[in-house]
C-alpha cells in the first residue's frame, strides 16, 4: 500500500537548509496497523504529510496502491486525499457550528455524494464509534473524547483504504485514550490499514509494528 524509496525532503529557515527527512525507505502493507514513534523535530510530521499527499519529496519515489504519486499536481493529490486517505488529528478538526452529524458529512458533500447516500454513510459512521444518540450535537456539547470519535467517523465516512492518525490521543487523558486506542484495533480487525503517528511509546507499542523516526530517518524497532 504506501512504498517509500529513498525519500528526501528539505525545508529552507532562514539562511539554514533544513533535510527533515533523510533518504527514507519504508513499506507498510495493505490491513496492517503501524505505529510511528519519535520526538518533535524527528520528521514525523513531516513523514505524515508525505504519506497523507499534504506535502511531497523533494526526491525518492512515493508509491500508493502501487501508483506513482510523487508528479501529482495539487488537484490530484487532493483526488488522492479524498477517494484513499482518512484524517484522524489530535485537534479534532472539528467546525464548532456544525453538529457531529453536519461534520461526518462534509466529506461526502465535497465529493458529490447524494443526500440519500450522505444520510446512510454519516449514520452507519456514527454507529461504528458508539456516537449515534449524540448525532445532533455540537462538538461544545461534547467530551474531548467524543470530539475525537466524531473526527474519526468523518475519517471513516468516506471509506478510505488508508486511516493516517496523527497523535489522536495527544489531547485525552488515559481512559479516554484507551476508549480510542480500541477504536483503531477495532477498526484495523475490520479490515482497515492504519498507520499512528505519536511521541509516546505506550502507545506505540500497541500496534503490532513499529517504525522509528529520529533525525529524519526510519528504523523498524521493537517497543
Known amino acids: 500500500m504506501i512504498d517509500l524509496q529513498d525519500i528526501s525532503k528539505v525545508y529552507q529557515v532562514g539562511e539554514e537548509r533544513v533535510r527533515a527527512l533523510n533518504h527514507v525507505t519504508m513499506h507498510i502493507y495493505p490491513k496492517e496497523f503501524v505505529s510511528i514513534i519519535g520526538p518533535s523535530g ?12 499534504l506535502d511531497t519529496a523533494d526526491a525518492g519515489i512515493y508509491r500508493l496502491d502501487g501508483i506513482p504519486i510523487g508528479d501529482y499536481s495539487e488537484n490530484q493529490l487532493a483526488k488522492v486525499r479524498n477517494q484513499k486517505i482518512g484524517f484522524i488529528f489530535q485537534n479534532f478538526n472539528l467546525i464548532s457550528k456544525l453538529s457531529a452529524e453536519e461534520n461526518v458529512e462534509l466529506p461526502l458533500i465535497y465529493r458529490g455524494v447524494r443526500a440519500s447516500e450522505r444520510t446512510r454513510r454519516v449514520r452507519e459512521a456514527l454507529e461504528r464509534v458508539g456516537l449515534a444518540k449524540r448525532a445532533k450535537h455540537l462538538p461544545t456539547e461534547l467530551s474531548g473524547g467524543q470530539q475525537q470519535r466524531v473526527a474519526i467517523a468523518r475519517a471513516l465516512v468516506t471509506e478510505p483504504s488508508l486511516l493516517l492518525a496523527d497523535e489522536p490521543t495527544g489531547n485525552l487523558d488515559s481512559r479516554t485514550s484507551k476508549e480510542i486506542m480500541d477504536i483503531l484495533h477495532e477498526l484495523h480487525e475490520q479490515g482497515n490499514t492504519v498507520v499512528l503517528i505519536t511521541h509516546d511509546n505506550d502507545i506505540a507499542r500497541q500496534a503490532p509494528r513499529s517504525l522509528h523516526i529520529l533525525d529524519g530517518k526510519v528504523t523498524e524497532v521493537r517497543l
Open 42 to 53: 524527528s520528521g514525523k510530521s513531516t513523514l505524515m504529510n508525505i504519506i497523507g499527499c
